[in-house]
């Protein structure tokens, strides 16, 4: 990445009406990130203003019967409708609506602006999200939703990168068929929700790749695969826009996942991923936030892939370097290219 400082667009959705006692996807996940509303951590942050997504936005990626499901889980308040499990209040729908709008404001802005940089920090999640079906913390797939609209809005071809440490079960399925729209998950391997196997989709190989990474792989495992797997194929496939599910739940803290990342490892796969849109998607990216369960190391972790966005250096890390495992990722690599022909 070019080090001259990039100005990046960022919205910022607590949603403290969607909250479950003792879930871990609360409001707690970005309640100490408030803050950099009135201080951001670098100068080159742009806050935007967003509305609500209105629900013909969402219907384009989602079923009428969905909406209608959720709002009627919404009406019943608050408890847990599926076995992730995940859960609604009263206002869980509204704040849905709201993290897709927040995602959406971004993606529009960028692609008026005809290049920019984002991060949609948002919450409830959206990847596991199906067209028909919330699943997985998720409720409405926010990612999924700013990559068709980019899509619809002229772009040729789009490419959707998400390093969560669960797959992205829901995007998976949305673009099943869709030959505008890469997919590219790096994901623990057996982990929730068991999608996201080695080859498959077998119809969609070269379009959809997906990663499954064995227990305690860190830095040295994903820059690997960055290199020798994600890099050739967005060459290949050639995205006009970057969008990357950022879950942060692949930190060796998290309670949920074995994966192994430490702080410095998202930075540096964020300014992997930012030369990557420089070189090849006309400078067009943004993220949109997933998972990320330690309460210190997510807001750690999102502001080292802001630094690494905005051009800067200096990030916190309370937890420092991760644990010092590497599996042999070698036979995983070699079995990607030739699956994939890469």
Same mark, same amino acid.
Request: hydrophobic fraction near 40%; charged fraction near 20%.
């Given at each position: ?9 960022c919205?910022?959705?607590? !949603? ?5 006692? *003792?879930?871990p ?6 309640q100490?990130l ?22 013909? *936005? ?7 019967e969905?909406l ?26 509204? /704040?849905?609506?709201g ?6 404001s971004?993606?529009r802005?960028?692609?008026e ?34 990559? !068709? ?7 040729g071809?789009? !490419?959707?990168?998400?390093?969560? !440490? ?7 399925e949305m ?14 391997k *057996?982990?929730y929700?068991?999608?996201?196997k ?10 959809i ?7 305690f ?17 967005i ?5 006009e826009m ?26 540096e796969?964020?300014?992997h991923?930012? *030369? ?9 990216m943004?993220f949109?936030?997933?998972g ?9 972790n999102?502001? /080292? ?5 905005t051009?800067?250096?200096?990030y ?5 370097k ?6 042999d990722i ?7 290219k030739?699956?994939?022909s890469?």
């Amino acid at each position: 990445m070019s080090e001259k400082k990039t100005k990046v667009y960022c919205t910022y959705q607590v !949603a403290p009406e969607h909250y479950f006692q *003792d879930h871990p996807e609360s409001p707690k996940r970005l309640q100490s990130l408030r803050g950099w509303l009135n201080d951001p951590p670098y100068p080159e942050i742009q806050w935007l203003n967003f509305s609500p997504a209105d629900e013909a *936005d969402v219907l384009l990626i989602h079923h009428k019967e969905l909406l209608e499901n959720l709002k009627l889980e919404c009406r019943q308040g608050a408890h847990e409708f599926e076995p992730a499990p995940s859960y609604v209040t009263k206002e869980s729908y509204r /704040a849905a609506l709201g993290a897709a709008g927040a995602t959406l404001s971004i993606s529009r802005r960028i692609i008026e602006e005809g290049s920019g940089f984002g991060f949609a920090i948002v919450r409830p999640p959206g990847h596991h999200a199906e067209a028909g079906k919330a699943m997985g913390f998720c409720l409405l797939n926010n990612v999924a939703l700013a990559a !068709a609209d980019a899509v619809a809005s002229g772009l040729g071809k789009v !490419a959707i990168v998400d390093f969560d !440490a669960h797959h992205g079960n829901g995007i998976q399925e949305m673009f099943w068929q869709t030959p505008q729209i890469g997919y590219f998950s790096t994901h623990e391997k *057996d982990n929730y929700p068991g999608t996201g196997k080695l080859g498959f989709p077998l119809h969609a190989r070269g379009r959809i790749i997906n990663v499954p990474l064995p227990a305690f792989s860190g830095n040295d495992a994903f820059i690997k695969i960055f290199e020798e797997v994600l890099d050739p194929w967005i060459r290949r496939f050639e995205p006009e826009m970057l969008f990357v599910a950022a879950g942060y739940d692949a930190h060796f803290s998290d309670p949920l996942t074995t994966l192994t990342l430490d702080t410095k490892g998202y930075f540096e796969i964020t300014q992997h991923l930012a *030369d990557l849109a420089e070189a090849y998607c006309g400078c067009r990216m943004m993220f949109v936030l997933e998972g990320g369960y330690d309460l210190v190391a997510l807001k750690d972790n999102i502001q /080292a892939s802001l630094a690494a966005l905005t051009g800067n250096e200096k990030y916190e890390d309370h937890y420092g370097k991760g644990p010092n495992v590497s599996p042999d990722i070698e036979p995983l690599i070699e079995e990607l290219k030739k699956i994939h022909s890469l």
